[in-house]
T-cell receptor, first 113, second 112 residues
């Protein structure tokens, strides 16, 4: 049972374009929504995270948009660069869950030069 | 700091063989996790630990066992490997609830 659904599975964007990855969750008790970035041969690393008390969080070229009523959140990468080519995972957890993150299926992003 | 270190990096097993994957962290983290990563399925939690001497089941625990005898180490065991356990295994740790997960670089396991 997948509690966090992510789309698209793969995404190809031209350099300078906007990359958008979407996630939807089921459990309304989730209160922490991070995005992880993974390069080939490496483990995932935290990119940016949001809590449901805000609707948007921006760090450099990366922005999370959060829609609590729709139970959806998305990652926007502005001015996408070839170095952004990686696999991106959304995730969600509850503060009191014993600290277990539930991950989405992942999106393989390719940014063409 | 080494962070999270996984050994071995790669392994090939025959069906029915056993092995142990070792995870070590040097950040004095309380929580440790074992995930498996399969194409199109994301990262699925196998087992986790909220402190030394504790373990708990995740989403896909069947066929695996774990132990956390020391705070810095988290071992994942496969008693009788099956081809369905072919995957990339990631260990992760975190200091407290909703702090960033720190991942190792993974162990690629093939079961023939």
């Amino acid at each position: 049972q997948q509690q966090v659904k992510q789309s698209p599975q793969s995404l190809i964007v031209q350099k300078g374009g906007i990359s958008i990855i979407n996630c939807a969750y089921e459990n309304t008790a989730f209160d922490y929504f991070p995005w992880y970035q993974q390069f080939p041969g490496k483990g995932p690393a935290l990119l940016i995270a949001i809590r449901p008390d805000v609707s948007e969080k921006k760090e450099g070229r990366f922005t999370i948009s959060f829609n609590k009523s729709a139970k959806q959140f998305s990652l926007h990468i502005m001015d996408s660069q070839p170095g952004d080519s990686a696999t991106y995972f959304c995730a969600a957890s509850r503060e009191t869950s014993g600290s277990r993150l539930t991950f989405g299926e992942g999106t393989q992003l390719t940014v063409n030069p | 700091n080494a962070g999270v270190t996984q050994t071995p990096k790669f392994r090939v097993l025959k069906t029915g063989q056993s092995m142990t994957l070792l995870c070590a962290q040097d950040m004095n983290h309380e929580y440790m996790y074992w995930y498996r990563q399969d194409p199109g399925m994301g990262l699925r939690l196998i087992h986790y630990s909220v402190g030394e001497g504790t373990t708990a089941k995740g989403e896909v625990p069947d066929g695996y066992n774990v132990s956390r005898l020391k705070k810095q180490n988290f071992l994942l065991g496969l008693e009788s490997a099956a081809p369905s356990q072919t995957s990339v295994y990631f260990c992760a740790s975190r200091g407290h609830n909703n702090s960033p997960l720190h991942f190792g670089n993974g162990t690629g396991l093939t079961v023939t």
